[in-house]
């Protein structure tokens, strides 16, 4: 019985079609990409759908082949930890021992080196030449299998697949705990083949769609094709969708990422300073002048004259985890969510962001660049900033904005300790006409070091609940309450973000 049952098909719901899917196991509803289809995008994740929720296992090994040659293009080893967790004790504490020795060779999902982009990374004889998320030198730990619900999503290394192959997959029995499930092997089970070519050089704008019925399936599929410096500017378009990827890149110019709608469009990893911590060398591997953390989901490294639009960014993961990273010159951020938990928006370089949202735990805010916000709302357990610009330029300026302290108590606005022996006395943030809830009295601090220069200033701060003024009598003694009366030249300066943006005027 059992053996007619795993020959029965299933019918499997892709794109709008009805696929017929032989399974190898009875409690498999479906696979993603569907057996023996074509003109699947090099980018592609891997799906399987159960019909109950399946266990990952501690063992066992998902490989996929090219088909014709038989060569393993890649696999993914269940017994290899997909990257370093807290809780452990000792001088390496709070990362997990060995197998990730951070002063030696590692034995990770991470093993990289790195490769050429778009999926045109060729396979060397030395074992795997994998290529690395937006060519970070240091490479990334992620997880090989991650499931929700009754579906098991599988991530390869990045930028194996190449156009116009057709590839199989095999899974080993240990890989998943489910009823009746007994491996998937052979050619037939499970394969599909590539588009024939990548979309033309030459093409200005292209889309990404989970589903696979764009150019891409990832965002960061589509981000590697285009060039770092193009002539004009480029658009990549962001169906609605889930993608659950970690997504970096650097040195891009003149790029436009614009999602089909705010809340819909989320992309979203699991990612933060213990599972993706500092690169150990950063002498060699990163550019000066740059601020280098993998703990992001989403990370703007080392750009200019980059515009994201509508779409929710988000880490799902507690700690040091930002949901977007910014580092870079004229980047504008216009109507994004963005989720984090400690340092959820860290924003380096000159920014302007506008109709968003920024939502986390506390230290909301973490940057050392100029960022202007206007018309954006910001929901925080704890602090909402933490300033580190130097006097070189501007800090943070909220011009008709809302700050809402989430849960029962009260915070304050933004806070500059010392740090390690640091102070930040040019720190600057500026809040004008703001609503406000939940901040306490005091409003600012703590502060360390000199303050004379410190800029935590407020004009017309007035209570979300009421619209009335604030009281702000026992505000921090290094803030400040401008007035028009003392400060028209002041306030009108900080109103416009080419003053605080070194010049630049968005569009």
């Given at each position: 019985m059992n053996g007619i049952r795993r020959m029965m098909s299933t019918l499997l719901i892709s794109a709008g079609l009805l696929i017929c899917v032989p399974v190898q196991a009875a409690n498999i509803l479906g696979f993603y990409p569907p057996n023996a289809s074509k003109n699947v995008n090099p980018d592609t994740r891997l799906q399987l759908t159960f019909s109950e929720i399946p266990v990952l296992g501690k063992s066992g090994k998902i490989r996929v082949f090219e088909d014709g040659t038989d060569r393993l293009v890649d696999v993914l080893d269940l017994s290899i930890p997909a990257g370093p967790t807290q809780g452990v004790t000792g001088p390496k504490a709070p990362y997990t021992p060995e197998p990730y020795?951070?002063?030696?060779?590692?034995?990770?999902?991470?093993?990289?080196?790195?490769?050429?982009?778009?999926?045109?990374?060729?396979?060397?004889?030395?074992?795997?030449?994998?290529?690395?998320?937006?060519?970070?030198?240091?490479?990334?730990?992620?997880?090989?299998?991650?499931?929700?619900?009754?579906?098991?999503n599988i991530q390869l290394h990045h930028n194996l697949l190449g156009y116009g192959k057709k590839y199989y997959v095999e899974v080993d029995p240990e890989v998943f705990q489910a009823k009746d499930f007994v491996g998937i092997s052979g050619k037939k089970t499970w394969s599909f083949s590539t588009k024939k070519a990548a979309p033309k050089s030459t093409i200005d704008s292209i889309t990404v769609s989970a589903d696979g019925s764009g150019d891409f399936n990832t965002v960061q599929g589509a981000l590697d094709f285009f060039p770092d410096k193009p002539l004009n500017r480029k658009t990549i378009f962001i169906r609605d969708g889930?993608?659950?990827?970690?997504?970096?890149?650097?040195?891009?110019?003149n790029l436009t990422l614009c999602g089909e709608s705010q809340d819909k469009v989320v992309i979203h990893y699991a990612n933060n300073e213990v599972f993706n911590p500092h690169p150990s060398n950063l002498s060699t591997n990163e550019l000066p002048g740059t601020f280098p953390t993998r703990r992001a989901a989403f990370s703007v490294d080392h750009c200019s004259d980059l515009r994201l639009e509508k779409m929710t960014i988000q880490t799902t993961a507690k700690g040091q985890a930002e949901g977007l990273l910014v580092n870079g010159e004229r980047i504008y951020v216009n109507q994004v969510t963005i989720i984090g938990s400690g340092d959820a928006l860290q924003t380096n370089g000159s920014a302007y962001y506008v109709y968003s949202k920024v939502i986390g735990d506390g230290d909301l805010i973490l940057g050392r660049g100029a960022a202007f916000f206007r018309?954006?709302?910001?929901?925080?357990?704890?602090a909402f900033m933490w300033i580190r610009n130097t006097e070189a330029n501007h800090g943070n300026v909220f011009f008709d904005c809302m700050f809402k302290t989430?849960?029962?108590g009260?915070?304050?606005?933004?806070?500059?300790?010392?740090?390690?022996?640091?102070?930040?006395?040019?720190?600057?943030?500026?809040?004008?006409?703001?609503?406000?809830f939940g901040i306490s009295p005091i409003g600012w601090g703590p502060i360390g070091g000199f303050t004379a220069n410190v800029h935590f200033w407020e004009y017309n701060s007035t209570n979300l609940s009421d619209r009335k003024p604030v009281d702000v009598s026992n505000r921090h003694t290094a803030s400040r309450q401008l007035t028009m009366e003392k400060d028209s030249v002041l306030i009108e300066q900080y109103s416009r973000p080419e003053f605080v943006l070194g010049g630049w005027k968005p569009e």
């Open positions: 020795s951070y002063e030696g060779p590692r034995r990770t999902n991470a093993d990289t080196k790195p490769g050429t982009p778009s999926g045109l990374a060729a396979a060397t004889s030395d074992s795997f030449q994998l290529t690395i998320i937006g060519g970070f030198t240091d490479g990334f730990h992620f997880y090989p299998v991650l499931i929700h619900g009754t579906t098991a889930d993608y659950e990827e970690i997504v970096y890149f650097r040195n891009k110019q018309h954006c709302a910001f929901y925080s357990f704890g989430q849960g029962m009260e915070t304050e606005l933004a806070r500059a300790p010392v740090n390690g022996g640091k102070s930040y006395p040019f720190c600057e943030a500026v809040l004008l006409n703001c609503k406000l």
